[in-house]
């Protein structure tokens, strides 16, 4: 069950204390000094805003003490990048990123962290608009491991690869043009692994951002495979060539 916060005070607080709030709805009309406050704090952390008519509003809240606002809190406080990286400093490893470009619905995400959980990441970086956030579906099908991963949330994906690459980084993406097959790329090192919306793919500006594009070959009559599929695939290959020496695989 979805957990909703509301009332104007307790809403403006959650979100000076960083909570992870996924979207603040507020009823058509509401005005004061707190609510300014609220949209500005949510702008700034990136929070959606929504305006909504009163039967909505019920739909999502019939508390009488509502006041006009009502915030879905979230199941994931999310993280730096800069936090990711330093995950893989302490283990002494090279960085092993996974990029979700735009990946909307929450069944992939979940099965993406967790995949990327099982195979070594040392965290995933999702963007803050048209993208699933880490809510219960996506902790569920995760099973947890999305509660246990770093995740971290970026307004720019392009600019957020251009700095994971400042830092040393390979960018190697996903895409059925892609001119390498996923296996025969050197996957060891420090990599960034961008893995495209479900249909669409990667967008253009981040396939640009991209060192290396690798396909997956399809052997029967389907062009494509799911993107969580995909991006198992692509995660296991890298994880297979990172393993250490005397490591069970």
Known sequence: MTNILTGRQPVLEALKSGNALEKVFILFGTHGS?????????????????????????????????????????????????????????????????????????????????????????????????????????????????????VARVTNIVQTLESLKEAGCWIVGTDMAGDRRYDAVDLNGPIVIVVGSEGRGMRRLVKEKCDFLVTIPMYGRIGSLNASVAGALVLYEAARKRVKPGTQT
């Open 34 to 150: 707190a609510i300014q406050q609220i949209r500005r704090l949510a702008r700034q952390r990136g929070v959606p805003v929504g305006e909504v008519d009163k039967e909505r509003f019920k739909s999502i809240s019939d508390d009488p003490a509502a006041q006009g606002v009502a915030a879905v809190v979230g199941v994931k406080t999310y993280v730096d990048v800069e936090e990711i990286l330093s995950v893989a400093k302490e283990r002494g490893e090279s960085p092993f990123l996974l990029v979700l470009d735009e990946i909307e619905d929450p069944h992939n995400l979940g099965a993406l962290i967790r995949t990327a959980e099982c195979a070594g990441v040392h965290g995933v970086i999702i963007p803050k608009h048209h993208s699933a956030s880490v809510n219960q579906t996506v902790a569920k099908t995760s099973a947890g491991a999305a509660l246990h991963l770093p």
